[in-house]
Nanobody, 116 residues
């Protein structure tokens, strides 16, 4: 069974940085897309960034130039480096992975709070 475990959330002041990590556990498998979504109170879950198996990346306009997604396939881990954080970045951040044959999985979510 596959589980995604996230870490790295917390409270930070505006302008600060956080690094989120998400590691997949379970049997040997290959991962296609890895990504991060977020959901703020009263809002729908939205894509933040994603990275494909080839290494290409995709970012939401509201994080371009501030956030960086990266992956380590040997560790089955995806990272999200968040710089120049703004109060509007406050949300629960979820990682997701699409695993070959097995399908898509989600992490439990990690809270990121940015104070003004």
């Amino acid at each position: 069974q596959v589980q995604l475990v996230e870490s790295g959330g917390g409270l930070v002041q505006a302008g600060g940085s956080l690094r989120l990590s998400c590691a997949a556990s379970g049997s040997s498998f290959s991962i296609n897309t890895m990504g991060w979504y977020r959901q703020a109170p009263g809002k729908q879950r939205e894509l933040v960034a994603s990275t494909s198996r080839s290494g290409s990346t995709n970012y939401a306009d509201f994080v371009k130039g501030r956030f960086t997604i990266s992956r380590d396939d040997a560790k089955k881990t995806v990272y999200l480096q968040m710089d120049s954080l703004k109060p509007e970045d406050t949300a629960v951040y979820y990682c997701t992975m699409t695993i070959v044959v097995l399908g898509s999985y989600w992490g439990q979510g990690t809270q990121v709070t940015v104070s003004a």
